[in-house]
């Protein structure tokens, strides 16, 4: 089969070199691909946001059997209902399904209609009954605007000044934009042992029906160590999340993945893709502090290198809607990905700087993020550059591995953070 992959990022790279691994894809085609995924893949330069001409070209291209969709805005946008409408099979939510993650709101109502612990909240289109509930609440309280705002439109507010100017900056002055015509205002919720929270991200392949856990991962959102700047993208992840035990596990699957994937059903718009689950520990169970229609970036990082089976048949059976029939299998052990960085992102930073790798351990994986060919040179073309992603047998191991591997790699202004994998370690 050949097969498209919708993105341009470190997860997309990951997931072109795990379905390179399989030994019924042929071709492999990325829509816009970068530096490091040219290398598996032909990249292809269409606007994949643009959902009529993603579905004219592959109109055009009926050498390409099968369509993975992996970033938020084309899947809020229904590029899946486009293609799927055209006669064109593929991987991903439908437009409806995807509101999970493109409308807090939705995400929110859907939780309290069908008990699935998550932070207490209300949600408002008016600034002047927002600013009456926050009063009433008080500091420290969460402000998200409900729709998709590059992972920056959560605003965590210690102080009722911050809550206030938090507000008027989603509702009165419109940072970002529609997304905040309506607002989430949420109970600030913290950590059962490790503050300020305990945090897991849980990723499942779903068919609607049947559910498959992925292994857990923990994100690392803050630029600097010690979990201190602005939040970013990710600048690293590690699996397994320490803290996600058998209890945890039982819990999590009894009481939000499987009644948010029957909620779904029972809504009329049954989740069929990779459903995200961004839990927290709290001291009073495991609650829900985000949902994502998709893969995480850079937990897929590594999620998929812990894949044994085939990647392209779990995608199928999920499109086909037979996960049930399939046996997807798991290796033990641990993974760490460490984010290299542009100097000064999230907020601005230079891209075309040249980037020099020296000899990697052969089996470190190096995903690109942010990178291009310039001139036959590689050079930086983004906030997040690279992935270094090592294996081990403990995450001490992945962890070391990682950051061997990662000085081998420089570009000026080149940030990473140093701590990648140490939170929540188990106290001995
Ligand atoms: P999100 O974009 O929803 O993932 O939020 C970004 C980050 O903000 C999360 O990873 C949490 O660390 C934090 N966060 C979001 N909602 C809450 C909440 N209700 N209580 C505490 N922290 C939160
Ligand atoms: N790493 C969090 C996300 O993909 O949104």
Redesign the pocket.
């Known amino acids: 089969m050949n097969i498209l992959v919708i993105g341009n990022g470190g997860r997309e790279h990951a997931v072109i070199a795990a379905l390179r691994k399989s030994p019924r894809v042929d071709r492999l085609y990325a829509m816009k691909g970068n530096a490091g995924i040219a290398q598996l893949a032909e990249c292809i330069d269409v606007d994949y946001c643009d959902v009529k001409a993603v579905g004219d070209y592959l109109d055009l291209h009926p050498e390409i059997d099968y369509t993975v969709v992996t970033p938020d805005d084309p899947l809020a946008l229904g590029l899946v209902d486009e293609l799927e409408g055209r006669g064109h099979r593929c991987f991903g939510p439908c437009r409806a399904a995807a509101r999970i993650e493109s409308s807090?709101a939705f995400a929110k109502a859907l939780m309290k209609k069908y008990n699935i612990p998550t932070?207490e909240?209300a949600t408002f289109d008016s600034y002047e009954a927002a600013k009456a509930y926050i009063e009433q609440k008080g500091a420290p309280i969460?402000l998200?605007a409900d729709g998709l705002a590059l992972?920056k439109?959560?605003l965590?507010c210690n102080t009722m000044e911050e809550a206030e100017a938090g507000l008027k900056e989603i509702m009165l002055d419109k940072k970002f934009g529609a997304a905040g015509e309506k607002i989430v205002v949420?109970?600030?919720?913290?950590g059962k042992e490790f503050h300020?929270?305990e945090?897991v991200s849980l990723l499942v392949f779903t068919d609607g029906k049947t559910v498959v856990p992925m292994v857990t991962s923990c994100?690392h959102?803050r630029a600097f160590d010690g979990d201190k700047g602005l939040?970013t993208g990710g600048m690293g992840t590690f699996t397994p999340c320490p803290f996600y035990g058998e209890q945890e596990e039982r819990e999590t699957m009894e009481k939000i993945v499987l009644p948010t994937v029957a909620a779904m059903r029972a809504e009329g718009c049954p989740f069929k893709g990779v459903l995200y689950f961004?839990l927290?520990r709290t001291p009073t169970g495991m609650k829900v502090?985000?949902y994502n229609s998709r893969f995480g970036d850079p937990e897929t990082q590594v999620v998929l290198p812990m894949l044994k089976t085939d990647l392209l048949d779990i995608f199928e059976a999920v499109t086909d809607e037979r996960l049930g029939e399939i046996k997807v299998e798991w290796e033990s052990g641990a993974c760490v990905c460490v984010v290299l960085a542009s100097g000064g992102y999230p907020v601005s930073y230079r891209k075309g700087v040249p980037i020099g790798i020296g000899e990697l351990d052969p089996d470190v994986m190096l995903y690109h993020a942010g990178t291009k060919m310039q001139d036959g040179k590689l050079v930086t073309n983004g906030g997040r550059v690279l992935n270094v992603c090592a294996k081990g047998a403990t995450i001490e191991e992945a962890r070391e591995k990682a950051y061997r591997n990662a000085a081998r790699i420089s570009f000026e202004g080149m940030h990473m953070r140093k701590d990648i994998g140490i939170k929540y370690r188990v106290k001995k």
């Open positions: 807090k932070a909240s969460v998200k992972g439109g959560v965590l949420e109970e600030y919720m913290t300020p929270g945090e994100d959102k939040n961004g927290m502090v985000e």
